[in-house]
């Protein structure tokens, strides 16, 4: 999840998004990503991608694609905490998945 702040037109970021995005969705483990606003402050941004795993988001930074399309739009991300795991999922019907934290030992 990278938090960013815009104050330019919304079709440029939008666009550089998608650039972003698709420089990122073209590396391993990359499951999916998303560009939403925010419907209190239209100067507030998510991007928010789901990796398999952290050492996959990690490796995707290291790419020269990356590099070139995403890494600008993420320096103007603001200073908040980006990286998060899944620790509970609930489905529509109920079922219940608990996930192991990669911050604990096994």
Known sequence: MIALA???GDA???E???TALTALAARPGYLRGTLARSTDEPDAWLLL????????YRRAL???EVKLH???LLAGALDLPGGFEELVDVSADGE???HAS???PE
């Open 12 to 14: 440029e970021l939008v």
């Open 6 to 8: 815009h104050l330019r």
């Open 62 to 64: 290291g790419n020269y």
């Open 70 to 72: 995403a890494t600008p």
């Open 49 to 56: 991608t789901e990796w398999a795993n952290v050492g996959s």
């Open 96 to 98: 219940v998945v608990a």
């Open 102 to 104: 990669d911050l604990e």
């Open 16 to 18: 550089r998004a998608r």
